[in-house]
Each structure stands twice: as structure tokens, then as C-alpha cells.
């Protein structure tokens, strides 16, 4: 839903909107009426209703302008990135990859749907109302098959593995996920899988879920929820923009300066605390939340956890992978 002017602004420094991130998509506006003054100046024989005509063009084509602060994006398409319904976002194809169980989030609900299939549509949790020890077992098993970080493959730190569900990050999300997307919930100590859903797995598989469970973890999850960041603002809205450039460079380090150029205040809310810049702030917010347990959970990216060699620091660098180049082709020059 699009904000009003006197909202709270979505990038949590606690501002309206009109006074913070609505200036950086429409600062250009106030240009528009500079120049309508001027050629008002110029042409004092003008009916409102030419004026109105001339404004309108001058808008329409100030929306379409691409802009340096947005890395070549036009204002109307900025704005439909970040407040447009999931189905209506648009310079952007969302698919649903063939091979998504090259997918952890994917191929752990696959496992948690077969679980709940091969039992009549549900099966028992832990007395905690985790996934049973079983399952887990059979998700850590899964770990080789992944593209992850070699860092990833240490059993004892992996988020990809785990003795139970508390321990086992990529698994417990993709559960989150399953019961927010509504394809699971949990009644009376089971774990149910909706008819409807087990309808559609038996129809279409787990490719029924892939675009559920992708809005579902854009606009629905919490991406704070397993980190402890005392300052805290919601990325969730910046997703595509970021997934966009990411994917035309790889570079973790250019993305952050794409991100304060095109949302500085971004930065208010998070303010210098002793250790960290605010940008440094921002870095360790995007790379966590976005980075690691976005994009690396479904599959798409794998980062190098190091950050010096030989005590040089290195370049923080993804490294893109197929399924993200399957699941989304943009249709932007820039």
C-alpha cells in the first residue's frame, strides 16, 4: 500500500514521510513547477486549462527520467519497487526455476510437505512445537548438495545444519515461511499441511510454492528476527532495488553506496554508536539480513564469510548463482 505524506516513513527514522524518503523520489517535482513558472513568465496568455496540459506532460516526463541517485531508474519506476504489490511490481519477470531443489528454503519444504503427505496431511511436533528430530536430521543431510560458502560446510557453525530446529537457521525460516505463506500451520501438537496445498503438491510439486513463499519472505517476514541488532530498520522495502543491483555487479561494498545514494535517510536511523559509522551500521544490516539470510537461504547468492587474507581485507564479493538469474530477469537498462 502506498504511503501518505504524513505517514511514518518505511525506512524507520521515525519521520513523515513528506519529510524524509519522499524527497529523495520527488525532489524533482519542485523543478516541474520551477519551469512552469518560468513559461508562465513567458507566456502570460495562457489558459489554466493549457497550463494544466503542459504540467501534465512535464510531470509525466519527470517521472520517466532516469536518475543518477537511482542508478538509472525513472521516479514512477522507483516508486512502483517500493510499494506496489507483489504481483503488480513491474520492469522485472519473476519465474519460478525448474531446479528448485538446488533451493535450501525449497528443498527443506519439500521435505516438511512429503513428511506431512506420507502421514494423511500432518505429523507429530516436538513437545517444544518444533519439526521432529528426524526431519531436522534429514535437512543437515542435505548440505553438500547446496551452493554455499565453504565457511557454510562446518556443521558446528553452518545456519545450514543443526542438531534440532533451534540450532538450524535455514530450517526454522523456511518453516516461518511455510506457516505465513499459509501452505502449513501447527494445531494440537501436529505440524497440518492445507488441503488446498496438498492439492496443488500433488498437481503442479513444489514449484506450487516457490512464489508464495518468495512474497511471503519479501513482505510478510520479520528480517530481524534472527539477528540481534539494536538498531533496526526494514529492508524489506529496499529488496528489489537491491536484489537488482547486486545481481548487475556483485559487489557488496558498491551496493551499500547504490543504497544511501538512492535512501539517505536510511542513515538517521542509525546513528554513529561509538564502533560503527552509520553506513558501517547499514553494511552489517544488508549483508546479514539481505545477503546472508535472504539470498543465501534461498539459493541465490554464495558470499565468503572472510574479510581479511593475511590480514589485507578483501573484497566483499557474491558469488551469483543460477537460480537467481532463472527467477528474475529485469528489464532495465541501467
Given at each position: 500500500?502506498?504511503l501518505?505524506r504524513?505517514?511514518?516513513?518505511?525506512?524507520?527514522?521515525?519521520k513523515k514521510?513528506?519529510?524524509?524518503?519522499?524527497?529523495?523520489?520527488?525532489?524533482?517535482?519542485?523543478?516541474v513547477?520551477?519551469?512552469?513558472e518560468?513559461?508562465?513568465?513567458?507566456?502570460?496568455?495562457l489558459?489554466?486549462?493549457?497550463l494544466?496540459?503542459?504540467?501534465?506532460?512535464?510531470?509525466?516526463d519527470?517521472?520517466n527520467?532516469?536518475?543518477?541517485?537511482?542508478?538509472?531508474?525513472?521516479?514512477?519506476?522507483?516508486?512502483?519497487?517500493?510499494?506496489?504489490?507483489?504481483?503488480?511490481?513491474?520492469?522485472?519477470t519473476?519465474?519460478?526455476?525448474?531446479?528448485?531443489?538446488?533451493?535450501?528454503?525449497?528443498?527443506?519444504l519439500?521435505?516438511?510437505l512429503?513428511?506431512?503427505?506420507a502421514?494423511?496431511?500432518?505429523?507429530?511436533?516436538?513437545?517444544?512445537?518444533?519439526?521432529?528430530?528426524?526431519?531436522?536430521k534429514?535437512?543437515?543431510?542435505?548440505?553438500?548438495?547446496?551452493?554455499?560458502?565453504?565457511?557454510?560446510?562446518?556443521?558446528?557453525?553452518?545456519e545450514?545444519?543443526?542438531s534440532?530446529?533451534?540450532k538450524?537457521?535455514?530450517?526454522?525460516?523456511?518453516?516461518?515461511l511455510g506457516?505465513i505463506?499459509?501452505?502449513?500451520?501447527?494445531?494440537s501438537?501436529?505440524?497440518?499441511m492445507?488441503?488446498s496445498?496438498?492439492k496443488?503438491?500433488?498437481?503442479?510439486g513444489i514449484?506450487?510454492?516457490?512464489?508464495?513463499?518468495l512474497?511471503?519472505?519479501?513482505?510478510?517476514?520479520?528480517?530481524?528476527?534472527l539477528d540481534?541488532?539494536?538498531?533496526?530498520?526494514?529492508?524489506?522495502?529496499?529488496?528489489l532495488?537491491?536484489?537488482?543491483?547486486?545481481?548487475?555487479?556483485?559487489?557488496?561494498?558498491?551496493?551499500i553506496?547504490?543504497?544511501?545514494?538512492a535512501?539517505?535517510?536510511l542513515?538517521?536511523?542509525?546513528?554513529?554508536?561509538?564502533?560503527?559509522?552509520?553506513?558501517?551500521?547499514?553494511?552489517?544490516?544488508?549483508e546479514?539480513?539481505f545477503?546472508?539470510?535472504?539470498?543465501?537461504?534461498?539459493?541465490?547468492?554464495?558470499i565468503?564469510?572472510?574479510?581479511?587474507?593475511?590480514?589485507e581485507?578483501i573484497?566483499r564479493?557474491?558469488?551469483?548463482?543460477?537460480?537467481?538469474?532463472?527467477?528474475?530477469?529485469f528489464?532495465l537498462?541501467?
Amino acid at each position: 500500500m502506498k504511503l501518505g505524506r504524513n505517514d511514518p516513513c518505511h525506512c524507520g527514522s521515525g519521520k513523515k514521510f513528506k519529510r524524509c524518503c519522499m524527497n529523495s523520489v520527488s525532489k524533482q517535482h519542485a523543478q516541474v513547477f520551477d519551469d512552469i513558472e518560468v513559461m508562465q513568465a513567458m507566456n502570460p496568455n495562457l489558459s489554466l486549462d493549457e497550463l494544466n496540459i503542459v504540467l501534465q506532460h512535464k510531470m509525466q516526463d519527470r517521472n520517466n527520467q532516469p536518475l543518477p541517485d537511482f542508478s538509472g531508474m525513472s521516479a514512477m519506476q522507483i516508486d512502483n519497487w517500493l510499494y506496489a504489490p507483489f504481483d503488480e511490481l513491474q520492469c522485472v519477470t519473476i519465474s519460478t526455476p525448474n531446479e528448485l531443489l538446488a533451493s535450501p528454503v525449497m528443498h527443506y519444504l519439500a521435505l516438511i510437505l512429503d513428511e506431512a503427505m506420507a502421514q494423511g496431511g500432518s505429523f507429530k511436533a516436538t513437545a517444544k512445537g518444533n519439526l521432529p528430530a528426524k526431519l531436522v536430521k534429514q535437512a543437515s543431510n542435505l548440505l553438500s548438495e547446496f551452493p554455499v560458502a565453504q565457511f557454510e560446510r562446518d556443521i558446528s557453525i553452518s545456519e545450514f545444519s543443526g542438531s534440532n530446529e533451534d540450532k538450524f537457521n535455514a530450517l526454522h525460516y523456511t518453516r516461518v515461511l511455510g506457516e505465513i505463506s499459509g501452505i502449513i500451520y501447527r494445531r494440537s501438537g501436529r505440524f497440518h499441511m492445507k488441503k488446498s496445498a496438498q492439492k496443488q503438491y500433488q498437481v503442479l510439486g513444489i514449484q506450487a510454492f516457490f512464489k508464495p513463499m518468495l512474497e511471503a519472505a519479501v513482505s510478510k517476514y520479520n528480517w530481524g528476527y534472527l539477528d540481534g541488532f539494536e538498531d533496526d530498520i526494514d529492508l524489506r522495502t529496499f529488496w528489489l532495488f537491491m536484489l537488482w543491483r547486486i545481481q548487475n555487479h556483485c559487489n557488496v561494498e558498491q551496493l551499500i553506496k547504490e543504497v544511501t545514494t538512492a535512501f539517505p535517510d536510511l542513515l538517521l536511523a542509525l546513528p554513529a554508536d561509538g564502533y560503527f559509522s552509520p553506513e558501517q551500521n547499514l553494511s552489517m544490516l544488508i549483508e546479514s539480513r539481505f545477503i546472508n539470510r535472504f539470498l543465501q537461504f534461498w539459493g541465490f547468492v554464495t558470499i565468503d564469510p572472510r574479510r581479511y587474507i593475511n590480514a589485507e581485507p578483501i573484497a566483499r564479493v557474491v558469488q551469483v548463482q543460477p537460480l537467481l538469474k532463472q527467477a528474475f530477469q529485469f528489464n532495465l537498462n541501467a
